[in-house]
């Protein structure tokens, strides 16, 4: 059984910075590419930022220059840091990776951290 789990989430005034971490937990599983999308009420699950294997990295333009990820392969674990916090950024926010598990690969999400931006 593998699962993602997220932390780090909170209430942060704008301007401040917070960061979230993703570790997945298990036994024989591969995991390539890791990454953070976000749900804000009434709107639909948004991409906010993926990292590849190799170290390639993707954003969403409303993040780039303030989001950064970045993960540790020997843990398992991604991270996003993100700074100069917008009340737009408020949202739920779900770690995702597809899982390799012997031949079969599935794409797993963790169960969501909020993050509220408000003053």
């Known amino acids: 059984q593998v699962r993602l789990v997220e932390s780090g989430g909170g209430l942060v005034q704008p301007g401040n910075s917070l960061r979230l971490s993703c570790a997945a937990s298990?036994?024989?599983?591969?995991?390539?590419?890791m990454g953070w999308f976000r749900q804000a009420p009434g709107k639909e699950r948004e991409l906010v930022a993926y990292?590849?294997?190799?170290?390639?990295?993707k954003y969403a333009d409303s993040v780039k220059g303030r989001f950064t990820i970045f993960r540790d392969n020997a843990k398992n674990t991604v991270y996003l840091q993100m700074i100069s916090l917008k009340p737009e950024d408020t949202a739920v926010y779900y770690c995702?990776?597809?899982?390799?598990?012997?031949?079969?690969?599935?794409?797993?999400w963790g169960q969501g951290t909020q993050v509220t931006v408000s003053s």
């Open positions: 298990g036994s024989g599983f591969s995991i390539n590419a």
């Open positions: 990292i590849y294997t190799g170290g390639n990295t």
């Open positions: 995702n990776a597809p899982v390799t598990i012997g031949t079969m690969t599935k794409l797993y």
